[in-house]
């Protein structure tokens, strides 16, 4: 993932899914473990689990005392969402359609989508 300002400004998120990219999946008690260990107080690892929920980016319960429950890097789009520009924005938690942040007024996410279109396209062409 390149690394930006504004990725700079949410490190906790970026962090744990490389996390889970590098382990696809992982107990959640072991992951708070993992991070807790970091110095990173429990509600900020749940908002950060949260936040990759929301951009359906890994699915399972966020809660810490869910003992055995796995949290898995669903595979949406494939491995593109690695440079999703959404998961290290400073404004992720602000923005959502209508808001003064939005997808639909961002140019790094247009970038992105038409970066990925185009990837793809390449890629129908070479098969
Ligand atoms: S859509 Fe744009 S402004 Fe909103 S979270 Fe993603 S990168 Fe940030």
Redesign the pocket.
């Known amino acids: 993932m390149n690394e930006t300002k504004e990725q700079k400004l949410n490190p906790l998120t970026a962090d744990l899914w490389g996390l889970l990219m590098n382990k696809q999946q992982i107990k959640l008690a072991e992951l708070y473990e993992i991070f807790e260990k970091r110095g990173e107080q429990e509600k900020n690892i749940q908002k950060a689990i949260e936040i990759l929920q929301e951009l359906s980016m890994i699915k399972g319960s966020n809660g810490k005392g869910s003992g055995d429950l796995l949290v898995k890097v669903q595979n949406v789009i494939g491995k593109e969402i690695e440079d999703l520009?959404?998961l290290g924005?400073q404004?992720?938690e602000k923005?959502g359609v209508g808001e003064n942040?939005?997808?639909e007024n961002?140019n790094?996410?247009s970038l992105w989508i038409r970066d990925l279109r185009k990837k793809r396209q390449q890629k129908e062409n070479e098969d």
């Open positions: 520009p959404c924005c404004a992720l923005c942040y939005s997808p961002c790094r996410l």
